[in-house]
């Protein structure tokens, strides 16, 4: 993996075997770490194209230094922010201790465990769903069957209502932000990321371009924004290929990166 921007060079060893490298996170969490204090940075992959899926799935976008930087980013968080959706069908289930991002955070002098926060105005988390346990989050609103919320909140589940019709996004950051969870990397999917590039919350976007095309899959967001989003791009790496970009959104004139 190399740095192509802001500072071109190698980002670790070339001579490392593929295992090796993925022992060798140091540099690359340098690339990546961000100072303390509130922040929402969104990760997705998406082929040339805009395509998020293979046939449903992101996985088939996925790479080694995809994968690097997605086991990465969730061990520099303190919450992992998901849509029902992407919960539901990427099969989501909690941030295991013994897990590689679970290692990686001990490598990092970090908890081992982050807690997973799924956003669901219906709070469609079933009881009963693997991830429906302590240290999970529901974040909902009032409009969601009470009934479901008290299963949830009974299982373990922190249940979190944000708003009355709707989940207000500002308030589900400040109620995390509560509960010491500032720094949060939101996973998706596409009607999760247009709410928050909607609310103005999102600080930082980090896709990686999967060199394909695929056509005729989902998108990375369903419709038209009210106003054009113009991310500035701050950092870009590059493996076997593969493009790993870091934009800045929004209203922060730049990503407050600890990299040199
Ligand atoms: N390539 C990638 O990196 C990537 C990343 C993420 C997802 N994906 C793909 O994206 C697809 C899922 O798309 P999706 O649009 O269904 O994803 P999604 O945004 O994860 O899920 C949509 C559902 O999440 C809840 N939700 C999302 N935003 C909300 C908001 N602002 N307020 C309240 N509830 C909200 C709602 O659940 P309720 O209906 O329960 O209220 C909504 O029906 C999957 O195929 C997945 O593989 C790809």
Same mark, same amino acid.
């Given at each position: ?20 490298? %993925? ?5 690359? +969490? ?17 082929? %040339? ?13 996925? @790479?080694?230094? /995809? ?10 968080? /303190?919450?992992? !922010?998901?849509?029902?959706?992407? +919960? ?5 289930? =909690?941030?295991?201790?013994? @897990? ?25 988390? +079933?009881? &009963? ?16 069957? =009470?009934?479901?919320?008290?299963? !949830?909140?009974?299982?373990?589940? /922190? ?10 996004? =500002? ?9 010491? %969870? ?8 596409? @009607?999760?990321? +247009? ?10 976007? /980090? ?13 990375? %967001? ?21 493009? !790993?970009?870091?934009?800045?959104? &929004?209203? @922060? ?8």
């Amino acid at each position: 993996m190399r740095r192509l921007l802001p500072a071109p060079g190698p980002l670790d060893d070339a001579a490392l075997e593929d295992d090796a490298a %993925l022992e060798d996170d140091a540099a690359l +969490a340098d690339a990546y770490r961000l100072p303390a204090g509130r922040s929402v940075r969104v990760n997705f992959v998406v082929s %040339l194209d805009g395509a998020i899926t293979v046939e449903g799935r992101s996985e088939g976008l996925g @790479s080694l230094g /995809d994968q690097r930087v997605f086991r990465l980013l969730r061990a520099l968080a /303190d919450v992992v !922010l998901v849509g029902h959706g992407t +919960a539901a069908g990427e099969g989501y289930r =909690p941030v295991a201790a013994d @897990s590689a991002v679970g290692r990686l955070r001990r490598e990092l002098g970090r908890p081992p465990v982050a807690p997973i926060a799924v956003v669901s105005r219906r709070a469609s988390l +079933a009881p &009963g769903d693997r991830l429906a346990v302590a240290p999970t989050l529901l974040v909902t609103c009032a409009a969601a069957d =009470p009934g479901r919320r008290a299963a !949830l909140a009974a299982a373990g589940v /922190d249940v979190l209502v944000c708003g009355d019709d709707d989940v207000d996004l =500002p308030t589900a950051l400040d109620l995390l932000a509560d509960r010491g %969870l500032e720094q949060v990397l939101c996973e998706g999917g596409p @009607s999760l990321l +247009a709410a928050a590039l909607e609310a103005g919350v999102v600080d930082e976007l /980090d896709l990686t371009l999967a060199p394909a095309l695929v056509g005729g899959e989902a998108r990375l %967001l369903p419709g038209r924004l009210a106003d054009v989003v113009r991310p500035r791009l701050v950092q870009l790496l590059e493996d076997d290929g593969v493009l !790993l970009t870091r934009y800045a959104v &929004g209203r @922060s004139p730049t990503i407050r990166t600890t990299s040199p």
